[in-house]
Each structure stands twice: as C-alpha cells, then as structure tokens.
C-alpha cells in the first residue's frame, strides 16, 4: 500500500476476507499495526465487518491504522471511538467507531499468540450514531454494550436504527 501509511506502517497490509457463504461478512483486517507500535511483543491490530465488499471499508481501517501508529498518545483501546467524518456506509448515521472487544467470534479470535510469548491483540472498528458515542461517554462501555445486546443489533447493517 503506498502514501502516507506506507511511512508510518513500513509493510502495512489489509486482508480483505471474502464471506464463506453468501449474506455472511466481508471483514478487513490489518497487518503492521503490531509490528510500528509493539512493546515486548505485545501489540493490536484491528478489523471492520461489512456487509459488502466497499473500497471506503478499505479505507476505513487504513486511516484508523494510521492514527493509532503516530504518536503513543493516539493508541487505540478497548472503549474509545473515532470519528469517521462521513456515514459509515451509504446514508448511515453511524459515523464513528468503537473499538471494541471482538465478540461475534469470541474471546479465541482476541489474541493471537506466537512462539516466544508475543502476541497481537485484534480489536473490532464497531460502527456507531453519534447519540451512542455520547451514551458511552455519559453512562460507559459497559452500558452501551448492554444496550446493544437489549437490542440486538446487526452491526454490519448501515441502516441500522440508534440504541439510545
């Protein structure tokens, strides 16, 4: 991948996963957030679910690669939320992401270990409406999160309605 990225994540990658069956997720993850900001083998790398294959999904974890690899002060983790500065997809009103624990496939698919001991830790770019970043911010995490399950949301349909 070339431009700015390139600089901050030498290597950086995205694996696009193309659905096992039809309706199932597109997911993108990324490869070389690990590598630009480990500390003694421990690291995060991060994916979006789709429920499409979209070149701005692409772009998506590409510029949330590349904020979380600047300065140590900008790292991602659990709870916090990034402004998207467009709908998500299509006329969505998600526009941001929580960055979240990766519950769809379970606390195995959190951690990836390797020999020595290292590890990178994979987190979820969870769309959201901006009424549920000021929920979280007001009320918590873990509020949302229960909002979420009450209503049990589909978190690759853009159409998605507001939780709060």
Same mark, same amino acid.
């Given at each position: ?21 039809? #309706? ?10 690990? &590598? ?6 421990? #690291?995060? &790398? ?11 999904? $692409? ?10 690899? #600047? ?13 998207? #500065?467009?709908?998500? $997809?299509? &006329? ?59 209503? &049990? ?12």
């Amino acid at each position: 991948m070339d431009g700015p990225i390139e600089d901050r994540v030498p290597g950086f990658r995205v694996f696009r996963i193309h659905p096992a069956y039809p #309706g199932d997720w597109w997911l993108y993850v990324t490869s070389g957030c690990w &590598e630009a900001t480990q500390h003694d083998g421990h #690291g995060t &790398e991060f994916f979006l679910a789709a429920p499409r294959d979209e070149w701005i999904n $692409l772009e998506s974890v590409t510029v949330n690669a590349y904020y979380h690899c #600047g300065p140590a002060h900008q790292r991602l983790d659990v709870g916090h939320t990034v402004p998207i #500065g467009r709908p998500w $997809l299509d &006329e969505s009103d998600c526009d941001h992401y929580l960055v979240s624990l990766p519950y769809p496939f379970g606390p195995d698919f959190e951690v990836c270990e390797w020999e020595g001991g290292a590890h990178a830790r994979i987190l979820w770019l969870l769309p959201i409406t901006s009424a549920e970043k000021d929920f979280r911010r007001e009320m918590g995490l873990e509020a949302l999160e229960v909002r979420f399950d009450e209503h &049990e949301i589909d978190p690759v349909d853009p159409r998605r309605a507001s939780v709060v």
